[in-house]
C-alpha cells in the first residue's frame, strides 16, 4: 500500500543530500547491515518506505555481534513506541544482551526538554563524551 505514494514521496525528498561527514553508525534493517552515509540518499528511503519492516531481525543482527553491539539503545521519537518491543527482543537474544539499557528521546505528558535532558544523561552514564553546549 505504500508503494502507491512512493513516487509522490521520492519527489518530495529528491534534493535530500546526505551528511558525508556523520559519526553516529546507522543500522539499516532494508540491507540487513550498518550503511555508509552515501548509501542513505532518497532511492534508500523509498526502499524503507516500500520494504516489509524487520525489525526483530535487524535488532537481533545489531546485538549478536560483540564488536558492533551498542550499549544502549535510544529511541528518537515523540514517544517510547517502540520500548516493548525492544526489551521483548532484548530479552529473547539472553542475558547477556538483556542487560543493554534503553531511553526514549521524548515521552507523552513530560517537558521535552526534561527527557531530552534524560536522554542526554542515560547517554553519560553508559561512557559516552557530549558537548554540554550542543545539549543545553
Do not use: C
Amino acid at each position: 500500500h505504500m508503494k502507491k505514494v512512493s513516487e509522490a514521496y521520492l519527489t518530495a525528498i529528491e534534493n535530500i543530500q546526505h551528511f558525508p561527514l556523520a559519526k553516529a553508525s546507522f543500522f539499516s534493517s532494508v540491507f540487513g547491515r550498518f550503511a555508509e552515509p552515501s548509501e542513505l540518499g532518497p532511492e534508500y528511503w523509498i526502499a524503507n518506505l516500500t520494504s516489509p519492516v524487520l525489525f526483530s531481525n535487524a535488532l537481533g543482527k545489531i546485538m549478536s555481534e560483540d564488536e558492533t553491539r551498542p550499549n544502549l539503545m535510544v529511541e528518537i521519537g515523540s514517544h517510547s513506541t517502540l520500548k516493548g518491543p525492544i526489551m521483548d527482543n532484548l530479552r529473547s537474544l539472553g542475558p547477556t544482551v538483556s542487560k543493554n539499557a534503553y531511553t526514549p528521546t521524548i515521552l507523552r505528558e513530560v517537558d521535552a526538554a526534561k527527557s531530552v535532558l534524560d536522554t542526554a544523561a542515560a547517554v553519560y552514564m553508559r561512557g559516552a563524551t557530549l558537548n554540554m553546549t550542543e545539549v543545553n
